[in-house]
């Protein structure tokens, strides 16, 4: 069974930092191409940052240079480190495939950042 579970959240001053992690099951990083991605309520759920099968990597114009997609394919992990924050990064993250799969859809990791 195809399971993600994300972790690393919490509260955060403005500018400051955090790591979330996406633990997956079975091969499913090395794979395939994975996503994190941001919901708030009022807002559809978008793309923060991607990364391919051969590493390449992209990221959502609000996030770029502050935030970075990587993975560790040994420990079928996903993860995004996010620096100077800012209070419009608070959402609910997840990671996922990419493009997405309705199925996979975990919980999530709440990340709110305080002015």
């Known amino acids: 069974q195809v399971q993600l579970v994300e972790s690393g959240g919490g509260l955060v001053q403005a500018g400051g930092s955090l790591r979330l992690s996406c633990a997956a099951s079975?091969?499913?990083?090395?794979?395939?191409?994975m996503g994190w991605y941001r919901q708030t309520p009022g807002k559809q759920r978008e793309l923060v940052a991607g990364i391919t099968v051969g590493g390449s990597t992209n990221y959502a114009e609000s996030v770029k240079g502050r935030f970075t997609i990587s993975r560790d394919t040994a420990k079928n992990t996903v993860y995004l480190r996010m620096n100077s924050l800012k209070p419009e990064d608070t959402a609910v993250y997840y990671c996922n495939l990419h493009p997405s799969r309705s199925a996979y859809w975990g919980q999530g990791t709440q990340v709110t950042v305080s002015s």
């Open positions: 079975g091969t499913i990083v090395s794979i395939n191409s």
